[in-house]
């Protein structure tokens, strides 16, 4: 694979979700994004060098900590599917998210979602969502799936393997003006 074991993909994807839990204070039942590149995690061009394994380690670290805490993990699927993400049929169910008719593989979705296809007990495949916080490993683009005021996390890591690491939390949107007092 590279000079990073699968144990320490599983290691710093761990940390970085728990501290963006920490940080956005998600409530049972929210949203939270993965976009995955794990062609840049082994030191690849996004797209370009699919690895099952370290896409694999991520969705170790990530998940478990997520379920702990009543979280749906939406992962996002790459290009080739349109940034089409994979959930857990109750969570499409609970937000209205209407099901599309595909299935990612590693070469056409990406890894992380072919991944999280596979381990989640009933997966979909959605077209869009609004999640609350996220995590974008390699330059997946995940903006497009965060609520409307995505507000930047940083963390104590910049990196998933040899990917870079960017994270966001969402707030309410602030209305009134200088006499409006805002509740966060």
Same mark, same amino acid.
């Given at each position: 694979?590279?000079?990073?074991? &699968?144990?320490?993909?599983?290691?710093?994807?761990?940390?970085?979700a728990e501290e963006? +839990?920490?940080?956005?204070?998600?409530?049972? @039942? /929210?949203?939270?994004?993965? @976009? &995955?590149?794990?062609?840049?995690?082994?030191?690849?061009?996004?797209?370009? $060098?699919?690895?099952?394994? $370290?896409?694999?380690?991520?969705?170790?670290?990530?998940?478990? +900590?997520?379920?702990?805490?009543?979280?749906?993990?939406?992962?996002? *699927? &790459?290009?080739?599917?349109?940034?089409?993400?994979?959930?857990?049929?109750? *969570?499409?169910?609970?937000?209205?998210?209407?099901?599309?008719?595909?299935?990612?593989?590693?070469?056409?979705?990406?890894?992380?979602?072919?991944?999280?296809?596979?381990?989640?007990?009933?997966?979909?495949?959605?077209?869009?969502?609004?999640?609350?916080?996220?995590?974008?490993?390699? @330059?997946?683009?995940?903006?497009?799936?965060?609520?409307?005021? $995505?507000?930047?996390?940083?963390? /104590?890591?910049?990196?998933?393997?040899?990917?870079? +690491?960017? *994270?966001?939390?969402?707030?309410?949107?602030?209305?009134?003006? @200088?006499?409006? *007092?805002?509740?966060?």
């Amino acid at each position: 694979m590279m000079d990073i074991t &699968c144990e320490e993909i599983r290691r710093q994807a761990a940390q970085a979700a728990e501290e963006l +839990l920490e940080a956005a204070k998600l409530e049972e @039942g /929210s949203l939270f994004v993965v @976009g &995955c590149s794990s062609s840049e995690i082994t030191g690849g061009k996004i797209g370009k $060098a699919s690895s099952l394994e $370290a896409a694999q380690a991520v969705f170790d670290g990530v998940y478990p +900590l997520l379920q702990a805490r009543g979280v749906f993990l939406a992962a996002q *699927c &790459c290009e080739h599917l349109n940034r089409a993400l994979v959930l857990e049929a109750e *969570c499409a169910r609970k937000y209205g998210y209407e099901p599309v008719s595909v299935r990612p593989q590693p070469k056409a979705g990406g890894s992380f979602a072919t991944t999280a296809w596979e381990r989640f007990q009933a997966p979909v495949a959605v077209e869009t969502v609004r999640a609350h916080a996220g995590l974008d490993i390699g @330059g997946t683009l995940i903006g497009m799936h965060l609520r409307p005021v $995505a507000v930047p996390v940083r963390l /104590s890591l910049d990196h998933v393997g040899k990917a870079v +690491l960017l *994270c966001a939390r969402t707030r309410p949107k602030f209305i009134g003006g @200088g006499r409006a *007092c805002y509740v966060l």
